[in-house]
């Protein structure tokens, strides 16, 4: 997981870790993020029907706007739960000093941390929640979603990036703030084809992630006109022959799609004579690797890693509420959350989870052949709404623009290029954006 914003507005990773780094928005590249697949191709069970993010909704709501946090990071990850506390904390703050929710002050519930986000959801629920920011890891999504979409209260994660929960069943009542781990797939791609590449050799790690990632590849790369001269798998820790096929084929370019293995992968690639300036990274396999890789293994490679650099005003806002913050990974896209659901409660008028998910996709920016000016604030989204206008919320994280799954439509990258000691330095960003519907 690549971690830690830098806070001093630098230009490459403030700190880094064994398996993450970063800046901005990263994301778990280890397999805690998706240990459980399997749970995330089912077909969820909510047991709701209809889809709350486009049905006609009555007013259902107290008056009260309640938001509630599910922080699921223990062990090493505790460090993420302090940057969305923190981002939640900010949020609701502005929001209150706009005027909160029809003049009442939005409640940000108690936190509680703990990996069981089952039992967490139940207690949110217990205590009149009306949406939940969280969970981070996308495994433990499954169990919050079905209690929640039961009970009608709106999910917003600010960290899940599997793609099987894009069709994960929750009665609409689910959305995400981060972009699926497909939406990587044209970036990588156009890295190639600016590099000058006319074909592409695709390699990943087997798993959900490398395989769901290393398919949305090679269809990006046809609809971009570069030729797929090799599609390999393999099991970390044993890539030697996947490499030596690699370099049989020849192509311009090399996508590395992996996580847990991306450093033994590297090697063989390296080892069969792939000059690091031919590989580019998946955002699970971005690492800073140093001396645990060959002199020059990467000199010249790229990766990625999504989000956008956070603004200096945003880290000391952050740190204002938090001195003792040390790390801004998901504060971003936690902060427009919180956001997005006062906004959609303003546009209903009205508190309720059904409400607030039946006015999400409008706030975030889908408002079909429309022109709208964006908001960038509570405050500004709000007058906005009161002036007759429709709100269209561009936020920390970059525009949004939820589709009818609850997925954003429009992906921030940063770009990394490898120096000759195999460390990353951040040279540029793109975006990924796509149709909403």
């Known amino acids: 997981m690549p971690p830690a914003a830098a806070m001093h507005g630098t230009d490459s990773p403030a700190r880094f870790g064994a398996d993450r780094f970063g800046p901005a928005r990263p994301r778990f590249t280890a397999a805690a993020v998706l240990a459980a697949g399997t749970a995330l191709v089912l077909a969820g069970c909510s047991g709701q029907t209809g889809n709350a993010r486009v049905d006609a909704v009555d007013a259902g709501g107290d008056g009260i ?21 923190a981002a939640a904390k900010l ?17 940000l519930l108690p936190e509680n941390i703990s990996e069981d986000t089952t039992s967490q959801a139940k207690d949110l629920v217990a205590a009149g929640a009306d949406v939940v920011i969280g969970p981070t890891d996308s495994s433990r999504a499954p169990g919050a979603i079905d209690v929640l979409s039961r009970a009608r209260v709106a999910v917003i994660s ?12 929750s009665g609409g009542y689910y959305f995400r703030t981060s972009a699926a781990d497909t939406a990587q797939a044209p970036v990588l791609v156009k890295l190639a084809k600016d590099s000058g590449a006319r074909t592409i050799a695709i390699v990943h790690e087997d798993g959900m992630y490398g395989k769901d990632v290393s398919v949305a590849v090679a269809a990006a790369a046809k609809a971009a006109g570069l030729g797929t001269v090799a599609e390999a798998a393999f099991t970390a820790g044993q890539a030697q022959k996947t490499a030596a096929a690699v370099k049989a084929a020849g192509p311009d370019s090399v996508i590395l799609v992996a996580r847990a293995g991306a450093q033994g992968a590297i090697a063989e690639l390296n080892n069969a004579g792939v000059a690091g300036s031919k590989l580019i990274l998946s955002d699970g396999a971005i690492n800073q690797y140093g001396s645990a890789l060959g002199s020059k293994a990467l000199d010249g490679a790229r990766g990625i890693l999504p989000g956008v650099f956070p603004s200096a005003h945003f880290q000391g806002e952050l740190v204002a509420v938090d001195p003792g913050l040390k790390d801004m990974t998901f504060a971003a896209e936690t902060y427009d959350a919180a956001n997005l659901a006062a906004i959609a409660a303003a546009a209903a008028q009205d508190d309720a989870g059904s409400s607030i998910a039946a006015k999400l996709i409008a706030v975030s920016g889908q408002h079909g052949a429309e022109a709208v000016e964006p908001c960038r604030s509570y405050k500004e989204c709000g007058d906005a709404i ?52």
């Open 65 to 85: 706007l309640r938001i509630g946090l599910l922080l699921d990071n223990t062990g090493k990850q505790s460090f993420l739960n302090a940057s969305q506390l």
């Open 158 to 169: 600010p960290a899940n990036t599997a793609h099987g929960l894009t069709h994960y069943r």
């Open 386 to 437: 009161k002036a007759g206008k429709p709100a269209d919320y561009d936020g920390e994280s970059g525009p949004i623009g939820f589709d009818f799954n609850g997925d954003v439509t429009t992906a921030n990258y940063m770009v990394f290029t490898y120096a000759a000691d195999n460390t990353p330095r951040m040279s540029g960003s793109e975006t990924a954006a796509r149709p909403g519907r």
């Open 91 to 107: 949020a609701v703050q502005e929001i209150n000093a706009a005027g909160g929710h029809k003049g009442r002050p939005v409640q």
